[in-house]
């Protein structure tokens, strides 16, 4: 397809979110670059501007002054042929520093194993930048089998950075590097390294992790983020350690954590706001008829577009050693005409139909133990989404067994942890997305593509023999203007 074809099909596709930031068409993947500078937001991310494969990677730019009005700007940074990234401009993270913008990121070529760190720098507020010309860390540390992403921070009067690894002895690491000006970086030992460790839905932490990122909290904790990587089988799950730093290293609690409890949420970045809140984003990938991720898809060469960032979330250490996610506040903004005001109680035998909603809805949800929340999305009730507080466990059931009538969307269910007698939730629906927030602050994410004829619809239901009660609210998500990442080229 040319260009115009191609953007021609996506602006017709149901799936294509309204509200979550991706540009027009082609590819994008990890968000980079999340900073804070000449007042406004900056939103850097993975992306092909010539297909929708994972291939060919630049970095896509974004900025907004309120984290809700996003203007999409040109390509920040693009491969330089023969070059050291000629192979693509892979991902990191930006600082903003005596009225400039630096740029840190890792510098792929097919005939290098690793990915050396290099910089670029922007005197134009974030438009444009100068490549450093040579690389700032050209050589991975003894003893790495995986080495790329770094992540930038100023601690005092110095700055650190995080880079990503796999270490020959079966480790996965966050190795850490000092500088006192941007440009001299010295290697300062591992910040934090586990062997693979399971988690509570099979998965693992695994032997390498991407996007190590590092949040210090007020209270004197901080946590570890990572996304763990499988040498075989590629990118896994988004994880963390909470714990202190002690003495250049991080003392990590014994048991790390999902970041977040759904199939389809990776490469999470983190922003410290002006305000002191930290801010998180995450790459949303595809849940059609790839093989695994990144890998070729006949349904998305056919789309012409794959991936979007989730919408932006704020994150706060617990009380309980988790980290708390919610939604940035500011996405109440978004909340347009009110659908849905109901509560009730709902049995299997007598479900409660509450109406219409739209593609892209904020909903807010209790629901007792055995009460089952469909959201249908055909007129004949064959296709929906299922959300069920389970009766026995009183975990939180996540289905989209039955969510698509395309046989080639990826199926599964998906659990969270319990959280007492009755589970609030918000989730917020985007045509082929849903993060999903319960009260304790964990999260779930996970993609579904509907092709029912349909208005969407919400039903309350029960499991078992017994009636469960309910509370639901619905509103219309709305983005300002026209189509959020629609109406601007990249």
Not at 140 to 151: I, Q, S, V
Not at 242 to 258: K, N, S, V, Y
Not at 462 to 480: E, F, H
Request: hydrophobic content about 35%.
């Amino acid at each position: 397809m040319t260009e115009t074809e191609t953007r021609a099909t996506v602006a017709l596709d149901t799936h294509f979110p309204a509200v979550h930031l991706r540009p027009p068409a082609h590819w994008i993947n990890d968000p980079n670059g999340l900073v804070f500078h000449d007042g406004h937001y900056h939103v850097y991310f993975q992306h092909n501007p010539h297909s929708a494969r994972h291939a060919d990677m630049h970095w896509g730019h974004f900025r907004s002054p309120d984290l809700i009005h996003w203007e999409l700007l040109p390509v920040a940074l693009a491969p330089t042929p023969g070059g050291d990234d000629e192979g693509g401009v892979w991902s990191g993270n930006a600082v903003s520093h005596d009225g400039r913008l630096t740029a840190f990121y890792s510098a792929k070529r097919d005939d290098r194993r690793h990915q050396p760190i290099t910089s670029a720098t922007s005197y134009d507020g974030g438009t444009t930048f100068t490549k450093r010309g040579s690389l700032l860390i050209p050589e991975a540390a003894d003893g790495t089998t995986m080495f790329r992403d770094p992540y930038v921070w100023r601690d005092g009067d110095s700055w650190r950075m995080l880079v990503g690894a796999a270490l020959a002895d079966g480790r996965a690491a966050a190795l850490q590097y000092a500088s006192a000006d941007l440009d001299d970086w010295s290697y300062e030992g591992i910040f934090l390294a586990r062997p693979p460790h399971p988690l509570r839905d099979g998965r693992n932490t695994e032997e390498g992790w991407e996007c190590a990122q590092y949040a210090a909290f007020p209270d004197g904790t901080g946590a570890v983020l990572a996304s763990a990587w499988d040498p075989q089988e590629g990118a896994s799950c988004a994880i963390y350690w909470t714990g202190r730093e002690q003495h250049g290293e991080f003392q990590a609690a014994a048991t790390p954590q999902l970041l977040d409890h759904g199939p389809d949420f990776y490469a999470p970045a983190l922003l410290h706001a002006p305000d002191g809140r930290w801010l998180m984003w995450a790459w949303i990938w595809e849940a059609r008829d790839e093989e695994r991720v990144g890998a070729p898809s006949v349904w998305t060469d056919e789309a012409g577009w794959a991936g979007m960032l989730s919408l932006p979330r704020e994150l706060t250490p617990g009380p309980d050693g988790e980290l708390v996610q919610r939604p940035a506040r500011e996405l109440l903004s978004l909340r347009g005409e009110r659908r849905i005001a109901a509560a009730g109680r709902a049995s299997a035998e007598q479900p409660v139909d509450l109406g219409e909603v739209s593609r892209a809805t904020d909903l807010t949800v209790t629901l007792e133990r055995g009460g089952r929340l469909r959201l249908l999305t055909s007129r004949d009730g064959t296709e929906y989404l299922d959300i069920v507080h389970h009766l026995v466990s009183g975990e939180l059931v996540v289905d989209r067994a039955h969510a698509s009538l395309d046989s080639r969307a990826k199926g599964g269910s998906w659990r969270f942890p319990a959280e007492g007698p009755d589970m609030t939730l918000r989730i917020l629906l985007d045509h082929s997305v849903a993060e999903i927030f319960t009260a304790a602050g964990r999260t779930l994410t996970l993609r579904s593509y509907p092709v029912g004829d349909g208005p969407w619809r919400v039903q309350m239901g029960a499991t078992g023999v017994g009636s469960a009660a309910y509370t639901v609210g619905a509103w219309d998500l709305t983005p300002p203007g026209q189509g959020v990442g629609r109406d601007a080229d990249s």
